[in-house]
DNA sequence: GTGAAAGCGCTAACAT
DNA sequence: ATGTTAGCGCTTTCAC
């Protein structure tokens, strides 16, 4: 059957013809492709010329299968409904394919399904991988240092592992956002919690309870939303309004949430910051937008990308250097979701 | 210098160990792994098990050098701040996982960028190419074919071309909103363009304006944002409401646009829908949040996907399909941003 | 500075 | 049903 379509039959490879035409041989016109070859500047010159010509460029994967690497980086990703992390995935890929990487996509749907995709990744030899958003479980982490690769984890922290990490400051986030509410005049707060096994949903909570603990004789309420989203963030708030005590401070584990109890309190008849000071975590584009106005601790993107990409360099020149736990401080963007308290001046 | 990192050394592959403990030849072990090859069910039964744990599998390169089939999938994206496009990504990542595809990630910043980011791509040799949201130059396009490759086009459409591509009807969307305005007694539209050389953009506008010019004897005004972003329509909008006809009803070619349109609705003063009716395109998480309320064309992103997964197939099955363009009808989702008349009933 | 030869890990004829 | 052989497209010794 095999119709004409097939391309692909044998045409010597473009290779094999370039080094004819070219009167050199196969292993002239790789040495002109590896930067650090020895060959003359002028052959070298020549051969990548008419290779751009004919559109040649080496193989990828003839070359990883002989050199041991394969210039590619995985990132792992669960689902991403946060608008935080787009920006983020297509922003690090890009500093990726700067580098000279190229970047494989895993998602991984549901959390069981993440020992598999990691795995499934692990086929492609990656000379670094990536978890971004996305929780891997031990068993997991441990199969990537068996295959004598490297992770990156951005925005997870793995406990008691030594890992390559690089975070927000969630933990000073939490203070940070604790302190603002008790400097302006705040009693009763409450924390809107995302996905419970989150460390950063975890050390935020931390943060703040500890801070607030530290200064103030009242205990911050926690209710628990169970994902990181706007909704989940409505209907917590909801539940918190119709609590006996309506807390006067909220603090949302992230800016979909805090933008949920937003619309939650307006919905209740309530107004923020008259009623209720909101703050959330992040500082996501909508955040900024005058239908919200939300205040909150804005994650240093930049600087997480630029960690993250130092990191993966490190690994690329020399496999054994020593994890390490990076954790970047953000600020507090003050607008107007949370009441400043009129503290006179001078 | 070569210290003792380098883990990878000489371990006699573990294909080789595998074939040698269970006394079959390297053939079998490929055998076992290839579900369509005559092998013994208990042969590959017994290979598959033990290769399982000690977590072998095929080394993809290296298969893929011979059978000429790379099972990656290559996606092309811009810059994605539409919240629209990150589902889009995830999703469609997900599915052509689960059909066996692996997937790189590319994406282009600059415009001018993409030709080089396709020929990137196409080293890999991927089985298939998805532009995502991306515009590709038809110089770029034709390397693609050059190279036997196809392409499938998600939400860009390229005229004159014979390609695949997969659309949210666009046309027919800006028809509907039309005649929803039309229906409702708006008189003085106006159209917010985002980004004016996108396909997206110029369909929208096309169903939209010439709906109305059948219908109605004013002309719709058009304003260019730019972009597809918040401030871009919040923008555009004030300029519009400072006009000397001020519309009482505005199609933003996306809800981004929209919900920045709202805004400056809201900060000129005026509401929504009391003084203008507002509708945008794609039914982002965010227009249906109370805080906006956005009324919108739908896009029918499971059908897009569905859609696009099929081509996806086809093309690996045979490579011989022909290019078709598929534009998927989506829905109007009225919500309270634009006015309903009313009409009396029965 | 360059060519010849070997081989990366695998699959696909071709035998048996 | 399985083993043997050849070779995918490249890089890398090793000669010269």
Redesign the pocket.
Same mark, same amino acid.
């Given at each position: 059957m095999q119709s004409k379509s097939n391309a692909?039959k044998?045409e010597?490879?473009?290779?094999?013809q370039l080094?004819e035409e070219l009167?050199?041989?196969?292993?002239? /016109?790789? !040495?002109a492709?590896?930067p650090r070859?020895?060959?003359?500047s002028?052959?070298?010159e020549k051969v990548l010329q008419r290779a751009k010509e004919l559109g040649?460029?080496?193989?990828p994967?003839?070359?990883s299968? /002989?050199? !041991?690497k394969t210039n590619i980086a995985s990132i792992i990703v669960s689902d991403i409904t946060n608008p935080f992390y787009p920006e983020v995935l297509t922003r690090l890929t890009d500093s990726l394919q700067e580098l000279g990487l190229n970047v494989m996509l895993f998602v991984s749907t549901n959390a069981n399904d993440s020992d598999n995709i990691v795995s499934q990744a692990l086929r492609y030899q990656p000379d670094v991988l990536i978890a971004l958003a996305a929780t891997v479980s031990s068993k997991a982490a441990s199969k990537v240092t068996e295959a004598g690769a490297s992770m990156v984890y951005f925005n997870r922290y793995v406990p008691n592992e030594s890992v390559y990490t690089v975070t927000c400051d969630n933990y000073l986030g939490g203070q940070v956002i604790a302190d603002f509410f008790l400097d302006n005049g705040c009693r009763y707060p409450a924390f809107i919690s995302g996905l419970a096994d989150a460390t950063t949903n975890r050390e935020r909570w931390k943060g703040f309870s500890e801070r607030w603990l530290e200064r103030a004789v009242s205990e911050p309420r926690k209710v628990e939303a169970g994902r990181f989203a706007h909704e989940a963030g409505f209907n917590a708030t909801i539940k918190l309004l119709a609590g006996r005590v309506r807390p006067d401070a909220i603090f949302a584990a992230n800016d979909l949430l805090a933008l949920g109890a937003l619309d939650a309190v307006q919905k209740a008849g309530l107004s923020a910051p008259k009623n209720v000071s909101i703050i959330g975590f992040d500082d996501i584009a909508m955040a900024s937008w005058s239908s919200h106005s939300l205040t909150t601790y804005r994650q240093p993107v930049n600087k997480m990308i630029t960690a993250t990409v130092d990191i993966v360099k490190s690994i690329l020149a020399d496999k054994a250097q020593p994890p390490a736990a990076i954790h970047i401080p953000g600020e507090l963007v003050v607008r107007s979701s949370a009441k400043i308290a009129n503290m006179g001046r001078g």
């Open positions: 692909k044998r010597t490879t473009i290779a094999k080094a009167g050199v041989s196969v292993s002239t /016109i790789s !040495r492709f590896s070859a020895v060959i003359a002028e052959t070298r040649y460029q080496p193989n994967f003839a070359r299968l /002989i050199t !041991r």
